[in-house]
C-alpha cells in the first residue's frame, strides 16, 4: 500500500501562486509515477500534470501547460505543483496519485490522497 496526504490548499487571488505538496509513504518503490488530477464541483476528475520518479519526466495538460510545474524530491518522497498566474477556472479540489505507469486516466492510478481545495478569486 502506499499512502498519499496532500498540502498546500488554499483561497489565492486570480494572478496569484499556490505550491502543494504531496507525501508519499508506504510501498512507494511499487509505483513509477506520480500525477496531479483536479475536480471542480460537478465535472470529472481531470488530469493536470504528472512526473516519473526515475528521470523526471513531465508531462502537463494543455489547460496549465507554462503555469504549473510539477517537480520531486526523491530523498523526501514528495511531489510538488507549483502553480502561477492562477484563474478562477483553476478552483477545484486537487489530488495526488500515484501508479506504476500513469499518464492521464484517472483509471492509470492505484494510490490517491484526501485531495485539498484550491480556490481561485476574481
Known amino acids: 500500500q502506499v499512502q498519499l496526504v496532500e498540502s498546500g490548499g488554499g483561497l489565492v487571488q486570480a494572478g496569484g501562486s499556490l505550491r502543494l505538496s504531496c507525501a508519499a509513504s508506504?510501498?512507494?518503490?511499487?509505483?513509477?509515477?506520480m500525477g496531479w488530477f483536479r475536480q471542480a464541483p460537478g465535472k470529472e476528475r481531470e488530469f493536470v500534470a504528472r512526473?516519473?520518479?526515475?528521470?523526471?519526466?513531465?508531462y502537463y495538460a494543455d489547460s496549465v501547460k507554462g503555469r504549473f510545474t510539477i517537480s520531486r524530491d526523491n530523498a523526501k518522497n514528495t511531489v510538488y505543483l507549483q502553480m502561477n498566474s492562477l484563474k478562477p477556472e483553476d478552483t477545484a479540489v486537487y489530488y495526488c496519485a500515484a501508479g506504476r505507469f500513469g499518464v492521464v486516466l484517472p483509471s492509470e492510478y492505484d494510490y490517491w490522497g484526501q485531495g485539498t481545495q484550491v480556490t481561485v478569486s476574481s
Open positions: 512526473i516519473s520518479w526515475i528521470g523526471g519526466g513531465t
Open positions: 508506504g510501498r512507494t518503490f511499487s509505483t513509477r509515477t
